[in-house]
C-alpha cells in the first residue's frame, strides 16, 4: 500500500509534540524554565486573533450557504478566541494579572470548543440542519453571553471564582477539562479524517491535522510544569493548530474556500426551486452610444434599485452578468411558495424599473422570465481549484430562454410556474414558443397581475 502525504503528515502530527514531551519529562534538565510574561501574553494573544479571523470567515460562508457543519466550526472557532483572549489578560504585570477565571479560561474554552468540533463531524439529516441554522443566532448570542458573564464573575472575584486556584486545584480542574477536550478534538480529528477519505479535499487534511494538534495539546496541559519548555509546547501547538486552518484557508479558491466542510446536502444535491432571470433590452445599442463610465452608472442605478426587491422577497441574488440578473428561490428548501414569490418579485422588478425609466427615459428597458423545476444545486469547477456554488439544469436554462422572448416591460413564467400562482393571478397564455436548445415547443405564459 503506498503511503500518501497526508498520511505522512498526520503520523508526524501524532508523533512529533508527544515525543517532544516524552523527552522533555524523561529530562527533566532540559525542560528549561522560561519566564516571559510579555511572550505569554502575545502568543495567546494572537492565537485568539487567529481564531477570530477564522470564526468570522467561516461564519460568513455558514450564513452565505445555510450550512450547519460550517456554523458549528464558526462557533468553536469563537468560543476557543473568547477564553483565549480572557486568558492573556491573566499573564502576571501585562495587563490585569492573575485571576481565578482567566487562568482558568483556556482549558474551559478549549474543552468547550472541542465539544463543538467533534458535533461538527456529524451529517445531520435536513430537519436537523435547519434546526441548527434558525437557532445559530440564539446560539452565538448564548455563547457570547456565557463568555461576557465568565469575564464579569472572574473582574469581580464571584463565587465559584472568588478566591485564587491553588496549584492542586488548578491541576484538578485541567485534568477534568483536558480530558473532556481531548476527547472532543480526537472525535473532530478523525471525522475530518474520514471526510477527507470520502472527498479527497486538502483542506480537510488540514482541519484534521489541527484537530490532533489541539487533542495534544490538552493532553500536553495535564503533565506540564508552568514557565517550563513543556509548559510552553501547548500554548505552540494552539497557535500552530489555528494558523495551520488559516493558511490552507487562505490557499483555497477565494470563493468558497470552506465548500470541503459543507454537508453533503449543501455541497450537491437536487431541489426545486424557482429562477428569475431579467436582463436590458437594447443594451448593446445603449452601450456602443456612451462611454464606458455613463454605462456602469445606468447599470449601478438600476442594480442599485433591484437588488433590494430581490432580497426583501427572499431570494438570493446567484449572479451578475453584465446587465443580466439571475436569482434563485428555494435554494435552502425553505421556501415552499417559491413559484409566487419569483412571480410577484418579477412584477415589482418591472414597477422599480419603470419608475427608472420615468426619469430616464432613454434606457434600456427590463425583461423578465421565470420557470420552476428541478435543478442540481451545488459545487461547480472543485477539479479546478476555482470552486463556486450555483445551480444548473433545464429549469435554469428555460427560465433564460422565456426571459430572451419577453417584450420590453414584461414577464413571461413558464407553465410550472404558471400552475403554482393563486388563482387569482392574470396571466395571458402565449402561442407555443420555439426556443433554442428545447426539441419540443415550450408553454408559456405572459404574467399581468398577482394578487397576495
Given amino acids: 500500500m503506498r503511503i500518501t502525504r497526508p498520511y505522512v503528515l498526520g503520523a508526524l502530527v501524532a508523533v512529533a509534540p508527544l515525543a517532544l514531551l516524552a523527552l522533555l519529562l524523561a529530562s527533566p534538565e532540559a525542560d528549561d524554565a522560561w519566564e516571559n510574561h510579555p511572550a505569554h501574553f502575545w502568543l495567546v494573544l494572537s492565537t485568539a486573533g487567529v481564531c477570530v479571523g477564522l470564526g468570522a470567515a467561516v461564519g460568513a460562508a455558514a450564513r452565505r450557504r445555510r450550512d450547519s457543519r460550517t456554523v458549528l466550526v464558526a462557533l468553536a472557532c469563537i468560543t476557543a478566541a473568547g477564553f483565549l483572549g480572557l486568558h492573556a489578560l491573566a499573564t502576571p504585570g501585562v495587563l490585569l ?35 441548527v441554522i434558525s437557532h445559530a443566532p440564539h446560539m452565538l448570542a448564548s455563547l457570547l453571553g456565557a463568555m461576557g458573564m465568565w469575564a464579569l464573575i472572574s473582574l469581580t472575584e464571584l463565587p465559584p471564582l472568588d478566591k485564587p486556584v491553588g496549584p492542586d486545584q488548578l491541576d484538578g480542574w485541567q485534568i477534568s477539562l483536558a480530558v473532556a477536550g481531548t476527547a472532543g478534538y480526537l472525535a473532530a480529528a478523525g471525522g475530518y479524517a474520514a471526510l477527507y477519505r470520502r472527498r479527497r479535499a486538502g483542506f480537510l487534511v488540514a482541519i484534521a491535522l489541527a484537530f490532533a494538534l489541539l487533542a495534544e495539546a490538552m493532553a500536553v496541559i495535564t503533565v506540564a510544569r508552568n514557565w517550563r519548555l513543556s509548559w510552553w509546547e501547548w500554548h505552540v501547538l494552539m497557535l500552530l493548530a489555528f494558523a495551520l486552518v488559516a493558511i490552507a484557508a487562505r490557499r483555497e479558491w477565494h470563493e468558497e474556500r470552506f465548500s470541503a466542510l459543507y454537508l453533503e446536502d449543501t455541497a450537491a444535491g437536487s431541489r426545486e426551486i424557482s429562477v428569475l432571470f431579467g436582463d436590458l433590452a437594447g443594451f448593446t445599442a445603449y452601450s456602443e452610444r456612451l462611454l464606458p463610465g455613463a454605462v456602469a452608472a445606468m447599470l449601478n442605478a438600476y442594480f442599485g434599485h433591484l437588488i433590494p426587491v430581490v432580497q426583501a422577497s427572499g431570494g438570493q441574488v446567484d449572479k451578475l452578468i453584465g446587465d443580466a440578473l439571475m436569482v434563485v428561490y428555494n435554494l435552502h428548501g425553505d421556501q415552499p411558495d417559491h413559484a409566487a414569490r419569483a412571480a410577484r418579485t418579477a412584477l ?26 428541478d435543478a442540481y444545486a451545488g459545487l461547480l469547477g472543485a477539479d479546478t481549484g476555482h470552486r463556486t456554488h450555483g445551480v444548473v439544469g433545464d429549469a435554469v436554462n428555460l427560465a433564460s430562454r422565456l426571459e430572451a422572448q419577453a417584450a420590453p416591460g414584461e414577464v413571461v413564467i413558464g407553465a410550472e410556474t404558471a400552475r403554482r400562482l393563486p388563482a387569482t393571478s392574470v396571466v395571458i397564455p402565449l402561442p407555443a414558443l420555439v426556443v433554442k436548445g428545447k426539441a419540443a415547443e415550450v408553454e408559456a405564459y405572459r404574467l399581468v397581475d398577482l394578487q397576495p
Fill in 97 to 131: 494579572g492573575p485571576n481565578a477565571g482567566f487562568e482558568l479560561a483556556t482549558p474551559v474554552g478549549l474543552a468547550a470548543a472541542g465539544l463543538i468540533a467533534a458535533l461538527s463531524t456529524l451529517e445531520l439529516q435536513p430537519a436537523a440542519a435547519a434546526r
Fill in 348 to 373: 415589482a422588478l418591472q414597477s422599480a424599473a419603470a419608475a427608472l425609466l420615468a426619469e430616464n427615459p432613454d434606457w434600456p428597458r427590463l425583461r423578465v422570465g421565470v420557470n420552476t423545476g
